[in-house]
């Protein structure tokens, strides 16, 4: 199994002690299960890391993203994850307010 963990601040790109705890940041952890991997997310997703995110996808073969630690979306990321879900990507455990 591989794993990967990125972690990005609302400075977008710095991981600072002023990130007041995480509360500003999305946490980004890619799990591989020999030909599937799962893209973890975990914090609040905000369209400053949206880039990061299309591109931990699309760095893999990851079919699944794994909600169960979001704690808040911003509406651009609502829509983000609308078109991965289009594209055919599964999102698991999934907060009823995303999907609402």
Excluded: W
Excluded at 33 to 50: K, M, P, Q
């Amino acid at each position: 199994m591989v794993s990967r963990m990125h972690s990005l601040s609302t400075e977008f790109g710095e991981d600072t002690q002023s990130d007041r705890a995480g509360e500003d940041t999305v946490k980004i952890e890619r799990k591989t299960y020999g030909e599937r991997t799962i893209v973890f997310l975990a914090g609040r997703i905000r369209s400053e890391g949206l880039d990061e995110i299309s591109a931990q996808i699309g760095d893999t073969n990851a079919k699944i993203l794994d909600l169960h630690e979001v704690t808040l979306v911003d509406v651009d990321a609502v829509r983000f994850l609308r078109s991965c879900e289009e594209a055919g990507i599964t999102l698991a455990r999934c907060p009823p307010y995303v999907r609402e």
